[in-house]
């Protein structure tokens, strides 16, 4: 069947990762299809609203360490060894600069870096008997995917040292009141709970979702000056989109509006 299972409904791509017997750990197989399937989903003007889950009893694992252990370092091929960025960091890059929302659908542990790559999403959703933990610390190895850009600014300095440098086990109930997570949901109700959320997202307007999302990443690095220019000069764009015209008229009629992304 593959390591992904990718299926479309109502504008939403769900890419689920599909290693139950391994809990999702990613492989290199994983991460090369995942990190295609993220920019396919990115370039596809029928999918609004994308959401990354695992099937089985698991999120994701992290890293298979058990075929990471097996790589001989003479088989590494030139542009492997110069590879600044890795799976990793490409994956971060890949859903951070998304055009489309990305939705972390945490069904089961999310451990490493299958924790990290929930930290990029714009939303995160726990089912109640799902956990997440840095883990890094408990291998002797230091985090990566942009675990130490993400996790400070979600929920402070203060608790991202925690649960780095601890690497303890976070559960749904914790995740949420700490801003971890934007809801928790009973595992019965999970995936329904979450899908209903993502058609609904994907009803907004699409052109205005996606500059929201880029000026949204920007403000993590940029000065207010620069991102009033960045605003001014994204609005103007919207005004002359055919779903603003929709909006508009929409609220006159008392109605709700139908955007098409034109």
């Known amino acids: ?128 008997s799902a956990r997440v933990t840095a883990g890094y610390i408990r291998r002797g190895l230091n985090p990566d995917a942009g675990m130490t850009y993400f996790l400070p600014r979600l929920i402070g300095p203060t608790k991202a040292n925690e649960l780095i440098l601890t690497g303890r086990d976070v559960y749904a109930e914790e995740a949420e009141r700490i801003g971890l997570v934007n809801a928790v949901y009973p595992d019965e109700e999970f995936h329904g709970r979450v899908m209903d959320f993502a058609k609904g997202i994907a009803e907004g307007p699409p052109i205005a979702m996606t500059f929201s999302k880029r000026l949204l990443a920007a403000s993590q690095d940029s000065n207010l000056e620069t991102l009033l220019k960045q605003e001014l000069s994204s609005i103007r764009v919207c005004f002359g989109t055919e779903d603003v015209k929709e909006g508009i008229k929409a609220f006159a009629e008392k109605r709700k509006p139908i955007f098409k992304g034109r």
């Open 1 to 128: 069947m593959g390591v992904l299972q990718i299926t479309t409904e109502n504008g939403v791509r769900v890419i689920k990762l599909n290693r139950p017997e391994r809990l999702n750990a990613i492989n290199d197989e994983l991460s090369s299809k995942l990190e295609l399937a993220i920019e396919d989903a990115s370039k596809d003007d029928e999918v609004r609203v994308i959401i990354l889950t695992g099937s089985g009893k698991g999120f994701s694992s992290g890293l298979d360490l058990s075929e990471f252990s097996k790589r001989d370092p003479a088989t590494m091929t030139r542009a492997m060894k110069v590879d600044n960025l890795g799976w990793v960091g490409r994956l971060a890059l890949g859903i951070v600069h998304n055009d489309k929302p990305v939705i972390a659908a945490i069904n089961g542990i999310a451990a490493g870096a299958g924790f990290a790559l929930t930290l990029g999403c714009d939303f995160r959703f726990m089912s109640e």
